[in-house]
């Protein structure tokens, strides 16, 4: 059974998030029904990141099981006829190695976050910027404080409370602010991510652009491991999964035998066990 790597650009505002949910439509929903409507199968694809309602992505990469040996081309093609009209693109779709999944091969996610920054209305980029009105941010300062959040930090405080994660610890690898013109942009990346956390991290680096805060202000909400700590929560609307990166075929290869094998462990421990038992 060949596995499909494809990558998704999407617009989140008429979506509840990537997951498929009963409440209402998700980015993962369009693409089934897209690989239902093409190939007659019903299948439940993987996601490398499950944004959540409003939130954007250039780069989402997911992974699909298909019962026929398909062309790749194909694949991409089908997938973008049928998840018209909806707001839904197959960039690119790969047939990959065993043991690749979109989720757990991940070694490293980006997400950039856009801030207009201006008193006018947005227009064409409603719903896809955050739109701060008040007076220049001064993204240098944004920029300087956003390094108390790079290295292996505990990010309680920047979690969201019902966030599922056994361990709010997360190593953020960069972050960077920066200007062009009326438009501030923040980027980050790291192996994962918490619930919440880029958007609560953007909406307390907000508040050092205005001069209300400064760096040590953020590094005491930090160190306060308290959600009370956190300044305002951004926006979904300028959030953007743009890029998701892999290890290599061979270290795919490597931990689906290394779990191959402790499942052939666990078998064998359970079988002995009703051995055991039975005499």
């Not at 990537?18 to 998700?26: D, E, I, K, T, V």
């Not at 699909?64 to 839904?88: I, K, R």
């Not at 944004?142 to 290295?151: D, I, K, L």
């Not at 920066?178 to 880029?198: K, P």
Request: proline share 4%; hydrophobic share 40%; with cysteine.
């Amino acid at each position: 059974m060949p596995r499909y790597k494809l990558t998704v650009e999407y617009d989140g505002r008429p979506f509840v998030g990537w997951q498929r949910q009963a409440n209402g439509p998700s980015v993962q929903g369009v693409i089934e029904r897209a690989i239902l409507a093409f190939s007659g199968e019903t299948v439940t694809i993987g996601g490398a990141g499950r944004t959540d309602s409003g939130v954007h992505a250039l780069g989402q990469v997911a992974h699909a099981d298909l019962e026929q040996d398909w062309p790749a081309e194909t694949v991409m093609n089908a997938l973008n006829f049928h998840c018209q009209p909806d707001p839904v693109a197959i960039l690119a779709c790969e047939k990959m190695h065993e043991g690749f999944d979109a989720r757990f091969s991940a070694i490293r996610r980006h997400y950039r976050y856009r801030i207009v920054n201006r008193f006018p209305p947005l227009t064409h980029e409603k719903g896809l910027a955050w739109h701060v009105k008040k007076e220049r941010l001064n993204a240098a300062a944004m920029h300087e404080a956003a390094q108390v959040f790079v290295g292996h930090i505990d990010f309680t405080t920047f979690r969201h409370s019902r966030c599922q994660a056994k361990s709010p610890w997360k190593t953020l690898e960069r972050f960077e602010v920066w200007r062009e013109g009326d438009v501030i942009l923040a980027e980050c990346s790291a192996r994962s991510f918490l619930h919440n956390q880029v958007r609560s991290m953007v909406g307390t680096l907000k508040l050092v652009g205005e001069g209300r805060w400064t760096s040590s202000d953020v590094q005491k909400a930090l160190d306060a491991l308290d959600r009370k700590a956190c300044g305002p929560v951004a926006p979904a609307d300028g959030l953007y999964l743009t890029q998701v990166d892999y290890r290599s075929a061979e270290a795919d290869r490597k931990s689906l035998e290394g779990y191959l094998a402790s499942l052939e462990s666990s078998q064998a421990a359970v079988s002995e066990e009703e051995d055991e038992a039975s005499g």
